[in-house]
């Protein structure tokens, strides 16, 4: 079991929780910030009953604050912080011609917003310390354009991807290592929640390995990546999409 403590975004549901949970089992100190508290204080009970090992944090991704406030709030409680996953996100799937102003900079503020203040706050912590690592949670629809999600939301995820690399120039040589995981559709609630079950048949079918992805390796590599032994991982983008985009 390690001492190390990692905050992870967007961690009350979906992936961010099964990340979580395995930094977590992993033998981290979770730190599990959303803007669904509850939800996430919830999971940081099961987590952890006497708030020892796991502790949600209320964060609103979109707010620079939000992060230096979690920041302070886990230094206050724990000498050091070693890892942060900028997972959290969201989109709302509008045809391209129709995203309005709104809609554009909401699903601009949550995916994208959201690692350039992660990166900035944690990774100017991380510097300071001389070590610490850096995971965004990207998506192949910031590779390919997307199919079912919006071009807002894959122009974010395309900016994340891009985030990672100049962050990942810009700290490196302080100790910081900065990458990105770009899945594919994974096997997990939202994606059954918003493909109608005919399309979702006809999704899965399209993938060349057949089946949707799993969370748990999505949050296997955040791990890896996450580990004293990833120093030499850097500025990368992990693709884990079944075959669906090679490059
Ligand atoms: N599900 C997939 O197939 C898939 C594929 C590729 C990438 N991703 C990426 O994985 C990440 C997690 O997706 P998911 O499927 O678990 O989604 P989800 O909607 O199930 O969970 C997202 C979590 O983020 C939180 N969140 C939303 N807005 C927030 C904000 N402003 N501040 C803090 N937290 C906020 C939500 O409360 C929720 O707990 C996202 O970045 C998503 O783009 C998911």
């Known amino acids: 079991m390690s001492n190390k403590v990692v905050l992870v975004t967007g961690a009350a549901r979906g992936l961010g929780a099964v990340i979580a949970r395995r930094f977590h089992a992993a033998g981290y100190n979770v730190a599990l910030g959303d803007v669904s508290f509850d939800a996430a204080a919830t999971l940081a009970h099961q987590l952890s ?7 949600a ?45 709104e809609q554009f900079d909401q699903v601009i503020d949550v995916n994208l917003r959201s690692v350039l203040f992660g990166c900035q706050i944690f990774g100017q912590y991380f510097a300071d310390r001389g070590v610490g690592r850096i995971v965004n949670i990207a998506s192949l629809a910031g590779q390919n354009g997307g199919s079912a999600t919006g071009a807002h939301y894959a122009a974010a995820k395309g900016g994340a ?23 594919g559709p994974l096997d997990l609630p939202i994606v059954h929640e918003s493909v109608p079950a005919d399309r979702l048949k006809q999704l899965i079918a399209g993938i060349p390995v057949g089946k949707l992805g799993s969370a748990d390796y999505i949050a296997d590599v955040a791990v890896l990546l996450a580990s004293a032994g990833a120093y030499f991982a850097n500025g990368a983008c992990w693709d884990v999409n079944g075959g669906l985009f090679m490059r």
């Open 49 to 55: 009953s006497d708030g020892e090992t796991a502790v």
């Open 57 to 101: 944090i209320k964060l609103d991704v979109a707010l620079k604050r939000d992060f230096e406030n979690a920041r302070d709030a886990l230094l206050a409680r724990r000498s050091t912080i070693d890892a942060i996953v900028n997972n959290a996100g969201a989109s709302k799937v509008v045809p391209v011609m129709e995203i309005t102003a």
């Open 161 to 183: 991807i891009t985030l990672t690399k100049v962050f990942a120039r810009d700290l490196a040589s302080r100790g910081v290592t900065v990458n990105a995981i770009s899945p």
